[in-house]
């Protein structure tokens, strides 16, 4: 039987709230927030350690199949009201189902698994970040490397786009580009500079025999000069329509699918 | 010199902010409000009919080079004050160019070019749907085609995510997708319907010599059995990771790229 919140000015559901709105929060703590049934449960599932379980009335019922296994990981569990729920809510459809979980520990680069890895530069926005992270976990990628300012990814609207991919692709993180690249290029990596420029070797003749490392920068300038001038071989997705036109999860899901449709099988997580 | 409007409930300006918030009123109007510099001079150079130019003075300093095109397409301009332009703004970061647009005629499916077009049914995304125009453009396909229920192509944030491809790209409707492809195969298309099944014959091995239809569910759903059923073939994304998890943005780029990767070229608009 959990144990029952009603008011809004519970300390435990306020602190919640707080890691859905504040990078800073979660960095300082090392928890996040996961909203929604299947996101939980994905979570649980995945091994995370999950520390608190928040759940309406409403979704013990209608959401049963999927709160059983958070039930089961989560180390407290609580039933709350719905203007509680409200106040953890980033969603205006929430199904009332949240969880505090513990992020994973920093991963360093020399773990990163000998597979095509797909590494992004500065990348800004949340939507972008999390439909590469779920295109690169169903094509079979073996990681992805953020590497400057990118957006948290444990921001609620990447969670969410990402469909639980945060959870079971291995993420890694660099300060910069090109220092993660010279560690990787002595592990045995090739790379690849996505460049939006005709002259450069079209994607399609590049060769992925090797694993390899894509780097695609941010949605507005590219890669950083530092990040293309560090890779190996400056690659294009040729355009037979208006060139330089493509969004950054477009672009990134093109340049994977290349990575991953010949011999990809061989390197893939 | 342009007329000045100060008042937030100056009539033109009330009639241009619904445009933005009820595609009911766009219908019945036949007019969309395009908002943003460079989206209003995407609209004037593709030869949209731009009934209305509203601008900041802020604006006509910052972005003058791309009003220039706008201001001599435009059949009126008018100056208005910050607080008028808030309310025709759907952004927070408003450049404070709004211009009142005339949609394109319905096209009849029979002009619909006989080159690769990717069909939507009922997509409801508008984020996924502007990138989709975006990347079919960038790719060189001939059309897209929008089935069923679809989301509006001229909603603001559809604009906005297919960075003007709307106005390039010839968009087809049809109520029905399975009716449309009767049409269609008529004139000697092929057709695909893109399923998450991986008995489905892979992407990668579909014959796309000829100008094919390719048909892509909604988000939740997929394509509806009537749909899959009227097309030829049932092709799917080979994915070595986890499987069904791919948004349908980032699965429509793959499919469209495929189609263009070989011999597209012959096919592209």
Known sequence: MSEQITSRK???????AKLAQSAAR???????LAEGARLCADAARSGVAVRELFYTARAAEKYASYLAPVLKAAARSYEIAEP???LLASTDASQGVFCVCAMRGA???SELPLAHCLALETLQDPGNLGAVLRTAEALGLGSVLLAGECCDVY???VLRASMGAVFRLPVFFSETL????CELHGRGFSSCAAVPDS???PVTRADFSRPCVMAVGNEGNGLSQEAI???ETRVTIPMLGRAESLNAASSAAILMWEMMRGGGARHGG
């Open 10 to 16: 519970n300390e435990l559901v306020r602190a919640a």
């Open 26 to 32: 979660r960095r300082e703590s090392g928890l996040f």
């Open 84 to 86: 509680v729920a409200s």
């Open 107 to 109: 991963r360093v680069l």
């Open 155 to 157: 921001a609620p609207k």
């Open 178 to 181: 090109p220092g993660a690249l």
């Open 199 to 201: 002259a450069a070797l």
């Open 229 to 231: 001038a560090a890779c």
